[in-house]
């Protein structure tokens, strides 16, 4: 009863069209294959797409390029107060959507509010920031010259997200490159349709209110009909693709071979450094909501383990008694803290990993195991894992989204910061210490090489203020907070000569 409720509240019928250029008249009669939406809670179908087709993304690019030309005359704190208004709008569906995002991910119901009042935040963020689009002023070194830089909009930003994070990575990008003046098309991942569809919905008043039809753009389509032709499609002169590192590679290779630009938000393989000295307490816990937290499917999941040698054993004995307490089940009921993994897929990528743990000499400590839920059958559960490892064994270095935690031991404190940045990736990281030295170590130029480098807080979780991304095959991609809105907008260098002579720069002489 309550899914019939939370699919009518959100506009979602049984069949939906898998294309608009947004607002309530946007919807494109699309006709390709249906795609069903699968509830990884009990693995049956919550409602279908059809999938839009070559000539719907062609329609709604078009009408897209064409809506810039307007979008981007209309004065960014006006765009801002626009993106006022869809925070308000999302603030009023943050239950229902929530409970649409554990319906259609699987996180527990805590979890996908949480996802929603990011929204939220980034909305806040972004109409402040509509005010605050600042470009410098340079002293020139020519006489009576004045020179500024100034920030414009860059025009469609091609949009393609993961099945984890359906709605705040969307609204990093959207409610950010709206208010930079920029069209947004929009390609979920296939595993999640329905959230997009909601999303759309809630925007839909606000869209026709200010009258920005085809500037929040979505389109559900294959591989084939959608996602390469944007990648190939000149007209989009900025990707953003959040996904695995090899999807990574195809985007930067494919965008960059036009000489577009690609901001890429790829895997991670996060750690924490546990030093001697920890709060151990804190320690575990951190790691508990880090690792076992969606299901260890956050690119910020927590992976590896580091930790001293001489408090490894109590550590793990604390840890593996908090996983025997963890509730597995339905994340919409109340009292569950893991709910399941996305897919059939996914359960088989984890036991496969556990079995390459073992081959390379690894041993399991706890869990890996399906298990079953009353009443959710169809569902994808699994006992989270803990595995003691070397942290050069393959598997180790390359993510597995799943609720995999490796533990690694060290010795000296330098080779727990060698074994932390000894992986190809560079998302998130952390260390649990008293120790000032270790703490300003760990951020210093030889500490942490990953993006986000925390102190007593665990590598999930991060705050929507700060820029979000990670170095190395993370992809190096900023988005969210701080600066990011850079990457959403083109820099243009202005030279004015108020004079009567003309003077050259570095004082060469040129005359007749
Ligand atoms: C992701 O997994 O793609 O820091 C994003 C976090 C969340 C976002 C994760 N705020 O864990």
Not at 309 to 317: E, G, H, L, M, T
């Amino acid at each position: 009863a309550e899914v019939k409720q939370i699919l009518d509240t959100l506009g979602i019928k049984s069949v939906n069209y898998g294309a608009t250029t947004g607002g309530s008249k946007g919807w494109i009669e699309t006709k390709g294959k249906e795609l069903v939406s699968y509830s990884p809670i009990n693995g049956k179908p919550i409602a279908s797409v059809l999938m839009a087709e070559k000539k719907d993304y062609e329609t709604v690019m078009t009408k897209a390029q064409e809506a810039f030309k307007t979008f981007r005359m209309m004065p960014a704190p006006r765009r801002g107060e626009m993106v006022r208004e869809i925070g308000d709008a999302l603030r009023e569906n943050k239950k229902t959507l929530g409970a649409l995002i554990s319906l259609e991910v699987g996180k527990i119901r805590a979890e996908g509010e949480g996802e929603v009042q990011e929204m939220i935040d980034i909305a806040d963020f972004a109409m402040g920031l509509s005010r605050r689009l600042y470009g410098p002023t340079m002293h020139s070194e020519r006489p009576e010259h004045r020179m500024y830089e100034q920030w414009h909009p860059l025009g469609i930003v091609g949009l393609i997200t993961a099945f984890n994070f359906p709605a705040s990575v969307w609204s990093w990008n959207t409610l950010i490159a709206s208010v930079c003046g920029d069209a947004i098309v929009f390609k979920p991942s296939s595993k999640v349709p329905l959230t997009s569809i909601a999303i759309q919905n809630i925007l839909a008043p606000v869209v026709d209110k200010y009258g920005v039809e085809s500037i929040f753009n979505m389109v559900i389509g294959t591989r084939t009909d959608v996602g390469e032709p944007m990648l190939h499609d000149k007209r989009i002169p900025l990707i953003s693709a959040t996904g695995s590192t090899a999807m990574g590679k195809h985007v930067g290779q494919v965008v960059g071979g036009r000489l577009g630009r690609s901001l890429l938000e790829l895997g991670g393989n996060n750690a924490i450094i546990i030093t001697e000295d920890a709060d151990m307490d804190m320690a575990v816990r951190a790691t508990l909501f880090g690792a076992v937290g969606t299901a260890g499917q956050r690119c910020t999941s927590t992976r590896r383990i580091i930790i001293h040698s001489s408090v490894k054993q109590a550590f793990v004995n604390n840890l593996i008694s908090a996983y025997k307490q963890i509730k597995i089940g339905n994340p919409l009921v109340n009292d569950t803290l893991m709910g399941p993994l996305i897919d059939e897929e996914a359960l088989l990528a984890m036991e496969q990993a556990l079995k390459a743990v073992k081959a390379s000499g690894g041993k399991i400590l706890y869990g890996g195991e399906r298990t079953t839920v009353n009443g959710c059958e169809g569902g994808h559960y699994v006992f989270p894992a803990v595995a003691e490892v070397k942290n050069d064994f393959p598997i180790v270095q390359s993510e597995t989204f799943a609720p995999i935690l490796y533990i690694i031991e060290y010795n000296g404190f330098e080779q727990a910061l060698e074994l932390h940045n000894d992986v190809p990736q560079g998302l998130s990281s952390a260390i649990f210490t008293t120790s000032l030295q270790y703490q300003e170590i760990f951020f210093s130029h030889k500490g942490s090489d990953c993006g986000i480098a925390n102190v007593n807080i665990g590598t999930s979780g991060a705050e929507i203020g700060g820029a979000f991304g990670g170095e190395k095959e993370t992809g190096g991609g900023r988005e969210s907070g701080s600066d990011a809105w850079r990457a959403y907008m083109r820099r243009q260098t202005n030279t004015i000569n108020w004079g009567k002579e003309l003077p050259l720069a570095q004082g060469i002489e040129f005359n007749i």
